[in-house]
């Protein structure tokens, strides 16, 4: 590894645990604060519903993290869970595959797609933006073209069990997520592919010049993220018992701003998946406790405005001090 | 003679190329009336595309301009509606447009800020603000003056003037004035630009501004169309708008296209929009054509610049 791979892992963590550090003090002020506001609001029955619902945003912020952390960016993640959430009613109601054989094609769908997103941003060299906002509008449209606005119901009473079951008490999809956010965070911390994820975010000719596989990495990642999109929408479709071709609308936003909250660098070269978490529940519980507290559901969408732009503000004024 | 194959030129072609084959195929498209409702139904996005022109050329994006066009146009049918001079419900809505951009153009140039990063904050506040404070009520008996779109000049439709002003006004000021040609060299290499002595953040924050005019000037077409406003965001706007400058030859990358292309492109996707149904494919294929288009146009837009590149010169 050459210098510049090493350098900003050096820095990284200085401000990086400083910024961390700030949101989960917030994070637990919140807590108490929404906690004392309303008697519903710090139970195990509702913290665990909000785990539920968190799910499908949180298996895509993993992936996205390492996306954005690769200096890049995927604005199609909402499209392909759409997309991916019509595959599996259709190649099951309409194609007549099996039910398992319809999740497995709904994610090879999922991961064809980031692939294609992958592909053309490392062989063609489109910038990522572009890239996943042109993807963004086929996606959907393949989704709503596919399925002319019919939505597909009655599945099987197991196929729920993914998106309303519990296993001990908690629910399925919660366990799902951590899993993965434990191989995400021991992938990005303590293997060659996370590191070179950062060396690639913080100088890409470097990376090159080191002989490390770029493109093929950042290949990967964005045929990740369709994967875990496609994941997402299996979870969501077996949470909310349909299957729509506005699935996902929007999730884009939501997953950027769990990342970009937790303290990665929309820049590329810095953040965690710790952060990505914290991002991650914190958003959910904004959401959840403003509700609970009678604030409007519409209303929790400009406070997350609010807190995307004004994280973002304190953590770039705090990087440049440590510069 | 370069210029005969530019963008421009190419598009033009299609916008006529297109009307020709979908009426040879059925008759009907060039009816004066489809024409007609094509130019009107689509002026606004062409006016907003090009201030999004603007802040894509010096190197920026931004994805709140639908959410701000749905709030304009809710604040200016609601001001109509509350008895407020026409005059008033016109230009308040322009003023707040650069208001909000010049304050999103403040953040990203002199805080550093990504635009993504902030529009994208923007776009959550405007879009919850305006459910959370309308409650999604629809805005009806709107005053028979405030519909400024329904006028003429000389026999010309507003919405089709306004149009053709913003996007001549624009590329003559961005093509021939040192301050349109600032934000080219902004967006091109800002550091070169500040060493020409243009000042990159100044720049920034004038693009960010304008595009705000365009963006108020455009919900004003789009809320003086209307017999019924709904005050809700209209969904996926930005991409339409985005989707206009970047198949109009604006480059994403910075520096590159003219607003002529993005108003062209504005035409050529409310065309294409409309052809499908007139060759009956399900309306529900649309979102996917233009998707395909964006990707076809980005994608060829990359590989020539490459080849110029590979000819050793560049732009």
């Given amino acids: 590894m050459s210098v510049a791979a090493q350098a900003p892992v050096r820095r990284a963590p200085r401000w990086l645990a400083r910024h961390e550090t700030l949101l989960t003090i917030i994070l637990v002020i919140a807590l108490i604060g929404l906690g ?33 952390i690769t200096g890049g960016i995927d604005l199609s993640v909402g499209a392909i869970v759409g997309l991916c959430a019509i595959m599996l009613g259709y190649s099951w109601k309409t194609f007549g595959f099996p ?43 393949l989704a709503e073209g596919v ?46 592919f996370g590191r070179t994820l950062y060396a690639i975010g913080a100088n890409e000719t470097a990376a090159r010049f080191s002989a490390l596989p770029v493109d093929r990495v950042k290949l990967t990642v964005y045929t990740l993220s369709g994967l875990a ?16 071709m506005d699935m996902g609308m929007g999730y884009e936003l939501d997953v950027i701003a769990a990342v970009v909250l937790g303290g990665t660098s929309i820049f590329g070269g810095s953040g965690t998946i710790w952060g990505t978490v914290i991002g991650l529940v914190m958003i959910q519980l904004l959401k959840n406790g403003l509700a609970l507290t009678g604030v409007k559901g519409d209303a ?3 406070v997350i405005g609010v807190a995307l732009i004004v994280s973002v503000l304190i953590a770039s004024s705090l990087q440049r001090r440590c510069d | 003679l370069r210029r005969f194959a ?26 004066t009336r489809n024409l007609a409702d094509i130019l009107l139904g689509n002026a606004y996005i062409a006016v907003a595309a090009v201030g999004m022109s603007m802040v894509i050329i010096s190197g920026n994006i931004d994805i709140s301009v639908g959410a701000l066009i749905g709030v304009l146009a809710t604040i200016s049918g609601s001001l109509a509606v509350a008895g407020a001079p026409v005059l008033v419900a016109w230009l308040v809505p322009l003023a707040l447009g ?22 994208l904050g923007m776009l959550s506040i405007l879009k919850g603000g305006l459910i959370s404070v309308t409650g999604g009520k629809w805005i009806t008996d709107l005053p028979q003056s405030f519909h400024l779109a329904d006028l003429s000049v000389l026999g010309a439709p507003m919405p089709v003037v306004i149009m053709a002003l913003a996007t001549a006004f624009a590329a003559v000021w961005m093509r021939y004035s040192p301050s349109g040609r600032a934000i080219y060299a902004t ?13 990159p953040q100044r720049t920034v924050l004038m693009v960010f501004a304008l595009h705000g005019l365009f963006a108020g000037l455009a919900s004003l077409v789009y809320a003086t169309q209307l017999r019924v406003i709904q005050s809700t965001t209209p969904s996926g706007l930005e991409l339409t708008v985005i989707t206009a400058s970047v198949v109009g030859g604006v480059s994403i990358l910075g520096g590159v296209g003219t607003d002529v292309g993005s108003t062209l492109a504005a035409i050529l996707i409310a065309e294409i929009t409309s052809a499908l149904v007139f060759i009956n494919v399900s309306p529900y294929w649309t979102d996917a054509v233009r998707g395909g288009l964006i990707l076809a146009t980005v994608i060829a837009d990359i590989l020539r610049r490459q080849r110029r590149a590979a000819r050793g010169w560049k732009k």
């Fill in chain 1, 229 to 244: 999109s496609g994941f997402a929408a299996f979870v969501l479709v077996s949470r909310v018992t349909t299957t729509r």
């Fill in chain 2, 6 to 31: 530019s963008q421009e030129a190419l598009l033009a072609i299609a916008v006529i190329g297109l009307a020709v084959v979908v009426g040879f195929v059925n008759p009907r498209f060039l009816a």
């Fill in chain 2, 98 to 119: 650069v208001a909000i951009m010049a304050a999103q153009g403040a953040i990203v140039a002199y805080l550093r800020i990504p635009a993504i990063v902030v529009t």
């Fill in chain 1, 99 to 141: 039910l398992p054989l319809a999740i497995v094609f709904a994610l090879a769908v999922g991961g064809l797609a980031g692939f294609v997103n992958g592909l053309v941003i490392t062989r063609v060299k489109v910038p990522p933006l572009i890239m996943t906002i042109a993807t963004l509008a086929l996606y959907r449209g």
């Fill in chain 2, 187 to 199: 967006g091109g290499n800002a550091e070169a630009a500040r060493l020409c002595g243009v000042d």
């Fill in chain 1, 147 to 192: 399925s002319q606005a019919h939505s597909v119901r009655g599945y099987p009473e197991w196929f729920y069990i993914m998106g309303q079951g519990d296993v001990f008490g908690v629910p399925t999809q919660l366990l799902v997520l951590i899993a993965a956010i434990v191989v995400a965070g021991v992938a990005l911390d303590r293997t060659t």
């Fill in chain 1, 300 to 302: 929790t969408i400009v």
């Fill in chain 1, 36 to 68: 004392a506001f309303n008697d519903r609001f710090l139970t195990l029955d509702n913290l665990l519903n909000q785990g539920r619902l968190m799910t499908e945003i949180g298996l895509i912020a993993l992936p996205m993290t390492f996306v954005i």
